[in-house]
T-cell receptor, first 110, second 116 residues
Framework: SQTIHQWPATLVQPVGSPLSLECTVE??????LYWYRQAAGRGLQLLFY??????ISSEVPQNLSASRPQDRQFILSSKKLLLSDSGFYLC?????????FGPGTRLTVT | AQKVTQAQTEISVVEKEDVTLDCVYE???????LFWYKQPPSGELVFLIR??????QNEISGRYSWNFQKSTSSFNFTITASQVVDSAVYFC?????????????FGGGTRLMVKP
């Protein structure tokens, strides 16, 4: 069965600091991977998705970036965090009709 | 383009009441999948159900039931005899089979509060 790991689980970072969130998936190869963000009290917004190593599609222009260095690894980064980057970040694996979400990372930018 | 609308942002009921959460979707594809997720205060997304566009049969799972109607592009979710533990945010989502990335588009969510 497939499993998604995310770390860290929680993170408190000052404005202007860098960010790196990691997601790894087990139990599948060449997965389609996604980063979603949920601001406090809001819905889920798709940030990036990747259909393969080195392939990144951005849905929303912002100061975040994503990378896919390995088949089952998906990284979300920022060089300088903004207050508006605070939220709950979810990594997901999806294939036709199937979706699996990781446990999420709660980021607070202070 | 795909779109999911959950018009009810917040619903408050008293325990044991029945409650229906509405979901309306838009898609140009003939093959697609609809999902419902529960998000408790802890934050994780709990998968509840998936329906494909060719299966309009309604489904019941314990106190949960789903009514899928393609004619009105709706996929509503009913909780019978609600309990305090049902309090959460519920998301409806759509995935188009022809979508290159199989991504999910979420509705804005409905916050359900069940009071004792």
């Amino acid at each position: 069965s497939q499993t998604i790991h995310q770390w860290p689980a929680t993170l408190v970072q000052p404005v202007g600091s860098p960010l790196s969130l990691e997601c790894t998936v087990e139990g599948t190869s060449n997965p389609n991977l996604y980063w979603y963000r949920q601001a406090a009290g809001r819905g889920l917004q798709l940030l990036f998705y990747s259909v393969g190593i080195g392939q990144i599609s951005s849905e929303v222009p912002q100061n975040l970036s994503a990378s896919r260095p390995q088949d089952r690894q998906f990284i979300l980064s920022s060089k300088k965090l903004l207050l508006s980057d605070s939220g709950f970040y979810l990594c997901a694996w999806m294939t036709t009709g199937i979706s699996l979400f990781g446990p999420g990372t709660r980021l607070t930018v202070t | 383009a795909q779109k999911v609308t959950q018009a009810q942002t917040e619903i408050s009921v008293v325990e044991k009441e029945d409650v229906t959460l509405d979901c309306v979707y838009e898609t140009r594809d003939t093959t697609y999948y609809l999902f419902w997720y529960k998000q408790p205060p802890s934050g994780e997304l709990v998968f509840l159900i998936r329906r494909n566009s060719f299966d309009e049969q309604n489904e019941i799972s314990g106190r949960y039931s789903w009514n899928f109607q393609k004619s009105t592009s709706s996929f509503n979710f009913t909780i019978t005899a609600s309990q305090v533990v049902d309090s959460a945010v519920y998301f409806c989502a759509l995935s188009e089979a022809d979508n290159a990335g199989n991504m999910l588009t979420f509705g804005g969510g409905t916050r359900l509060m069940v009071k004792p």
